[in-house]
T-cell receptor, first 115, second 113 residues
Framework: AQKVTQAQTEISVVEKEDVTLDCVYETRDTTYYLFWYKQPPSGELVFLIRRNSFDEQNEISGRYSWNFQKSTSSFNFTITASQVVDSAVYFCALSVASNDYKLSFGAGTTVTVRA | DAGITQSPRHKVTETGTPVTLRCHQTENHRYMYWYRQDPGHGLRLIHYSYGVKDTDKGEVSDGYSVSRSKTEDFLLTLESATSSQTSVYFC????????????FGNGTRLTVT
């Protein structure tokens, strides 16, 4: 079985603060992929990043960074110097080989950035 | 945009009526998915398709059926809608053969009264 837990339901920060979103996953597979998606208030789902289980290298894209740690089964997402446009629901997701790579999502974390 | 169109975008229907949601893609991707989004649950897979006339159930398939007669179209049908099926429905596509991530349509908001 596979499972994704996003323990933080809502996070509220003031603009320019950093915010870290936690994602903990469970799987017995050794081959899997982890994802983050963003859902702004307009409702569409925007793909942010995909990581495979064999690549633990952290990644930075502008103000976004991701910390993948297999030892703790975590794939955390940090927004540096947050902006109002970062206000959205963020979903972590997992796909595993034994489940035909179907995507399983966490419940999502709502981030509100106040001006 | 990943070339995915969902229709209708909004629908209100009454309990017991049939409803069909349509997903149309222009990317020629083999895999198509239907998810529903509900507060506290994230997105949950209803059904998916791995080719024309090849479909399979997801984790919340009860009360739903799907059909895929053409590569570009994936239909989701609620045979007899219930209030518990009030949700936002998302279609997604992927080109699994190149290991691409899922790309989603803009969603259909369905209300069953």
């Amino acid at each position: 079985a596979q499972k994704v837990t996003q323990a933080q339901t809502e996070i509220s920060v003031v603009e320019k603060e950093d915010v870290t979103l936690d994602c903990v996953y469970e799987t017995r597979d050794t081959t899997y992929y982890l994802f983050w998606y963003k859902q702004p208030p307009s409702g569409e789902l925007v793909f942010l990043i995909r990581r495979n289980s064999f690549d633990e290298q952290n990644e930075i894209s502008g103000r976004y960074s991701w910390n993948f740690q297999k030892s703790t089964s975590s794939f955390n997402f940090t927004i540096t110097a947050s902006q109002v446009v970062d206000s959205a629901v963020y979903f972590c997701a997992l796909s595993v080989a034994s489940n035909d790579y179907k995507l399983s999502f966490g419940a999502g974390t709502t981030v509100t950035v106040r001006a | 945009d990943a070339g995915i169109t969902q229709s209708p975008r909004h629908k209100v229907t009454e309990t017991g009526t049939p409803v069909t949601l349509r997903c149309h893609q222009t990317e020629n991707h083999r895999y198509m998915y239907w998810y529903r989004q509900d507060p506290g649950h994230g997105l949950r897979l209803i059904h998916y398709s791995y080719g024309v006339k090849d479909t399979d159930k997801g984790e919340v398939s009860d009360g739903y059926s799907v059909s895929r007669s053409k590569t570009e179209d994936f239909l989701l049908t609620l045979e007899s809608a219930t209030s518990s099926q009030t949700s936002v429905y998302f279609c997604a596509i992927s080109d699994r053969d190149t290991n691409s991530p899922l790309h989603f349509g803009n969603g259909t908001r369905l209300t069953v009264t």
